[in-house]
């Protein structure tokens, strides 16, 4: 007993600490709010693996009333800030980095006051791009044909990174609710976007999984049950 050093309680406790923080959890009728325009509040999502990306989904749903630009997804790269970044546009629609190019979709559908779900395909084979939004398809454009995303990844949800892990503006800072965040090593066909689109089954994301996401939370974002959907 005396034995001890009287540093090892300690030590425990900060590596049990340290590991719970690194459990993945289900996060099932959740949703992380952004309660208020910072430059300092998001979330990082940590992927379950490191493999190049070549082929990508991204889908995610958000609820916001502002009409600014607003980061919605960010994936850095220590090369690249936006090598996978998606955002709304402040002129209507969407904006879609891969690889610090941009593609600018118009016309798609943006409900403030109403869920909106997204999904993102890249195909780094040819080098297109698509957008779904509620169901809506966008045409497929240019990005970055014959590329891939290397490199560790940090995904970050509730702001833009100008820099690899930071230089976070408010310009472009997310303010609302999201959830429902799932990446795909892989396209998902048409039909598959749809069956996120309406909630209906689908197969979780194998890269970034909502129902087995490991994420931490920095200063303000609240992570909460939608209790009107936990009611039902
Ligand atoms: C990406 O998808 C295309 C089909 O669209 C396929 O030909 C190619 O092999 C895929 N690339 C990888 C690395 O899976
Ligand atoms: C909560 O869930 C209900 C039912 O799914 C949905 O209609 C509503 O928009 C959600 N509200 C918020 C604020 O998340
Ligand atoms: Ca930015």
Not at 1 to 26: E, Y
Not at 158 to 179: E, K, L, P
């Amino acid at each position: 007993m005396f034995g001890i050093p009287r540093m090892k309680p300690l030590a425990i406790f900060l590596t049990l600490l340290a590991s719970s923080l690194a459990v993945p959890k289900d996060l099932t009728g959740q949703m992380f709010i952004f309660p208020s325009l910072s430059d300092t509040a998001y979330i990082q999502l940590t992927p379950t693996s490191n493999e190049i990306l070549f082929n990508v989904t991204v889908c995610l749903r958000f609820f916001s009333d502002e009409t600014k630009q607003q980061g919605l997804f960010s994936l850095a790269t220590a090369t690249e800030p936006h090598s996978l970044a998606l955002a709304l546009n402040p002129e209507g629609g969407y904006q879609l980095y891969v690889a610090g190019q941009l593609a600018t979709f118009l016309a798609l559908p943006y409900e403030r006051n109403q869920w909106n779900s997204i999904c993102a395909t890249w195909d780094s084979s040819v080098g297109l791009t698509q957008l779904w939004v509620n169901g809506v398809a966008s045409p497929k454009k240019a990005l970055h044909a014959g590329g891939s995303i290397a490199d560790t990844p940090i995904i970050v949800v509730g702001q833009d990174q100008d820099s690899y892990g930071g230089t976070f503006n408010t310009a472009d800072a997310f303010v609302g609710h999201i959830t429902d965040v799932h990446m795909w090593d892989h396209r998902l066909s048409p039909c598959e976007i749809q069956s996120y689109a309406g909630n209906l089954l689908f197969r979780p994301g194998n890269y970034l999984n909502w129902k087995a996401l490991e994420f931490t939370k920095h200063n303000y974002v609240v992570v909460e049950y939608n209790s009107s959907a936990r009611d039902k």
